[in-house]
């Protein structure tokens, strides 16, 4: 009876407590003119409204509240951007309010603290490493002495199609992809290769996986205010433990090795030689002149991001493109036909070509803004401002929904259609850059301003020239079926197919002398 008694005073004390947080919250909101939105639920806020797939719902609820929305993910504050307009008040007028991104618990776990570069808090050390990432690291004299890396992953890579085509195999595209970004991203980085089956290549791929996995796992503690100090998700904090202590001992033993090869080259005066992105990152820890010391846990967050902003991204990018290809015959043949004008048949497509390559360019323009990787680009407010008349309280979180504006009718023309047309000439309207450098709020999928991906030169060589490569070489059957790919999405982090892309790679005949004479250079 004295349990019953506590049970019923427990549900009262919660309904009363209920209704006087919302009464406050309702003269809050009043006296500071907030964002509209929907009716929120106590302790979870709006989260009911945002399964399955939150850029979707958010698309919805945008359309029905208007293209800035408010609300309440648990006890978090949260504004949406659905609109170009409304973008470009956050990313561009307002930016300097919105230079931190949003970092959840997993997140800080798994990159040292926030120690890298993709979640730092802007301030003098996320400036040094942004000029870093800038003119060293991702720079084009950099990306131009490691271009031989890209080019041999892409020759393994059209290895195995090739195998499988005239096997008449399926390939999981998909599988195939990652495993093709994570092996480009990892001989770029510390000189390793990540697409064999040897222990370390899978060790590779796992953890990539795992990161990018666990970095998008919802953590209950980080948006529930009453479960801040409670350890409710046991689980989720052993494996983010077990993934940072294995990509731990990978990246000693991967510091050690260049650290004695480094030694060997400064004893036969080859110190000047860059021979990864490592390479570099210890040149500048070793720097006493540096403008900032850059410890070793900094240099494994910096590999970390790497690995997580150029793997997953591309290789779901890739993915995406040659389903949408693959639907639309007629596309495919209009670029391959465009490739062969250009390349001709007694070479593969390399990426010196690719600026001469315009309607294949569309469609990597064309795929980003339905098939947005990232379809929620996410900020943190530092302090309070006003954004087109509406108060948006410091410690809100921001988040500009890119599949929204990839849709929005009054910017795109039969918005829902596939049609990579729409890009081209667009030169003659000044936005020639549209999709690529965010200085155009109707597309954006690189983000813009300072916090914009430094990698985006890398991404668009590797994605760009491999899609390139397999519409040049192959023609693509579906595995059974109706031939029609479906398109439906899973919900994560990314924006991953909710199905394989399973296909058979049909090498095209007179292309297959060209192909095996790259793969035995491989």
């Not at 499988?164 to 399926?170: T, V």
């Not at 990539?208 to 998700?233: C, P, R, Y």
């Not at 006003?386 to 410091?394: D, F, T």
């Amino acid at each position: 009876m004295a349990s019953l008694q506590v049970c019923v005073q427990l549900i009262l004390m919660w309904l009363v407590s209920t209704v006087l947080i919302r009464a406050l919250l309702a003269r809050y909101l009043t006296k500071t003119r907030l964002p509209p939105g929907p009716p929120s639920l106590p302790l979870i806020g709006h989260f009911h409204l945002l399964l399955p797939l939150p850029h979707r719902a958010l698309h919805r609820l945008s359309a029905r509240y208007g293209p800035l929305i408010h609300l309440f993910l648990g006890s978090v504050p949260c504004v949406v951007a659905s609109t170009p307009e409304m973008a470009k008040h956050f990313l561009k007028t307002h930016e300097s309010y919105f230079s931190n991104r949003i970092v959840n618990t997993a997140v800080h776990h798994l990159s040292y603290g926030s120690k890298g570069f993709l979640f730092a808090a802007y301030g003098p050390y996320w400036k040094f490493v942004k000029k870093l990432c800038m003119s060293q690291l991702l720079g084009g004299r950099t990306l131009e002495i490691l271009l031989p890396v890209r080019q041999a992953e892409t020759m393994r890579f059209l290895g195995v199609l090739l195998r499988k085509g005239l096997a008449g195999e399926a390939v999981d595209v998909g599988h195939e992809l990652m495993t093709l970004a994570n092996s480009i991203i990892s001989r770029m980085i510390m000189s390793r290769c990540s697409s064999g089956n040897d222990g370390e290549a899978r060790e590779i791929r796992k953890l990539v996986t795992d990161t990018v996995e666990l970095a998008g796992e919802f953590n209950l503690s980080d948006f529930i205010w009453l479960f801040k100090t409670l350890n409710l998700q046991g689980r989720l904090n052993k494996r983010l433990k077990e993934v940072r202590d294995r990509f731990d001992s990978l990246m000693e033993e991967v510091i050690k090795e260049h650290e004695d090869e480094r030694r060997k080259r400064k004893e036969l005066h080859e110190d000047g030689q860059i021979r990864d992105l490592l390479d570099i990152l210890l040149d500048i820890h070793e720097d006493e002149a540096s403008e900032i010391e850059l410890s070793m846990e900094n240099i494994k967050a910096f590999v970390l991001d790497l690995f997580m902003a150029g793997t997953d991204t591309s290789a779901l990018t890739m993915e995406w493109a040659l389903a949408e290809l693959m639907n639309h015959p007629e596309v495919m043949e209009k670029a391959r036909q465009e490739i062969d004008s250009v390349v001709g048949t007694a070479r593969i497509v390399e990426e010196s070509d690719i600026a001469n390559l315009p309607y294949l360019q569309a469609i990597f323009k064309e795929t980003l803004r339905i098939h947005p990787t990232v379809p929620l680009l996410g900020r943190l407010s530092s302090e309070s401002c006003n954004v087109g008349g509406y108060e948006i309280p410091a410690k809100t979180l921001l988040f500009v929904n890119l599949w929204s504006l990839g849709r929005d009718p009054e910017v795109w023309e039969d918005p829902l259609e596939f049609r990579p047309e729409r890009f081209m000439g667009m030169e003659a309207r000044g936005k020639e850059n549209l999709g690529v450098r965010g200085q155009h709020f109707e597309l954006i999928p690189f983000g813009s301003g300072r916090r914009s991906c430094p990698g985006a030169s890398l991404a668009q060589q590797v994605v760009k020239t491999n899609i390139a490569a397999m519409i040049q070489c192959f023609e693509w059957k579906g595995n059974g079926g109706n031939g029609t790919v479906d398109m439906e999405e899973k919900p994560s982090l990314t924006l991953p197919r909710a199905h394989p892309l399973i296909c058979v790679p049909v090498p095209r005949a007179n292309l297959i002398p060209s192909i095996m004479q790259v793969v035995g250079q491989a």
